[in-house]
């Protein structure tokens, strides 16, 4: 049933007007307060000055889409698409009770796992999603592929891009292409691993194009700082920044600095000083008991390999 609900399901389907789909999936008003967030929309942002902008234009134009929710077994709702249209009614009942109840679409017999593959799938398109937050949506589709391939054997020689791009296309009735969704994944670890902060903050701004990603990650720290105090007093737009970059990487090393061959550290501990500077950046509160005990371990192994130099 769960698959059958999936592939039946489309947000283009949300705003048909058939009875099939008045019938299949109901409209209900349900007060804004007692519909609960899916645990799996933190990996998307919810920025308050654009939860302002999408309030005034409920307010001036309607809910022009109407959000996606499914009833738990213990009775409560819990959102699947829509959660910024939830906090936009929210801020807007303050004010004015009348949006103190949301339309929302009822989606029924769907597993969690359905619902995962709803949300992301339907985030891809429908929200204005920054590099990153896009690929999140695609890789998290990873999970339902793995299990769609342990259902059936005859999806072992597609492409995992493909069967994301047929899942993505299945539910928002829009086309992607694999190639496109790896593209994308990409570039967004690029952002994520390669860049320093704050070409990662352009980047996720969308102030740089990716030739301009694709520069500066091969570039080293040091390197990517010096471009970046350069640059970030120029009004540049996004052309005009990959322009500039390839323009001061094409630049001869200054005369009377000699290259060191060794001048960076070997591919591994690369990977790891990258990885944990990813780590840092993202953490928000104390590291975890088992993320406390690995980083204990990494700081003993990083000792004993200094004691045997």
Not at 17 to 37: C, F, H, K, L, M
Request: aromatic fraction near 4%.
């Amino acid at each position: 049933m769960a698959r059958a609900t999936a592939s039946g399901f489309t947000i283009s389907g949300l705003l048909d007007r058939s009875s099939a789909t008045r019938s299949d999936y109901p409209v209900e008003r349900i007060p804004v307060d007692e519909i609960g967030d899916h645990p799996e929309n933190t990996a998307y942002s919810m920025d308050d000055a654009g939860i302002v902008q999408l309030a005034k234009s409920i307010e001036k134009e309607g809910l022009t889409d109407l959000p996606l929710v499914r009833k738990l077994d213990d009775g409560s709702w819990q959102m699947i698409s829509g959660h910024r249209r939830k906090a936009a009614y929210a801020l807007l009942a303050k004010n004015d009770k009348r949006y103190a109840q949301i339309p929302c679409r009822i989606i029924r017999d769907i597993s969690e796992e359905q619902s995962v593959m709803l949300l992301h799938a339907a985030n891809y398109f429908v929200r204005s999603l920054t590099v990153t937050e896009r690929a999140a949506a695609s890789r998290a589709l990873g999970i339902e592929v793995e299990r769609m391939r342990a259902e059936n054997p005859e999806l072992a020689g597609m492409r995992t891009e493909d069967i994301k791009a047929a899942i993505i296309s299945e539910q928002t009735g829009r086309k992607v292409s694999g190639k496109t969704i790896q593209r994308q994944e990409s570039l967004a670890r690029k952002i994520e691993e390669n860049l320093v902060p704050e070409w990662r903050e352009a980047a996720l701004s969308d102030a740089l194009s990716a030739d301009a990603v694709g520069i500066l990650a091969n570039r080293s720290p040091e390197e990517q700082g010096r471009l970046y105090e350069t640059w970030k007093g120029r009004p540049l737009d996004k052309k005009e920044t990959t322009a500039f970059l390839k323009r001061e990487t094409a630049k001869p090393e200054p005369k009377g600095i000699a290259k060191d061959p060794v001048s960076k550290p070997s591919v591994p501990l690369a990977s790891a000083l990258r990885a944990l500077r990813r780590y840092e950046s993202k953490a928000k509160e104390a590291p975890s008991e088992l993320d406390g005990q690995a980083l204990e371990e990494i700081a003993e192994t990083a000792r004993r390999l200094l004691e045997d130099r």
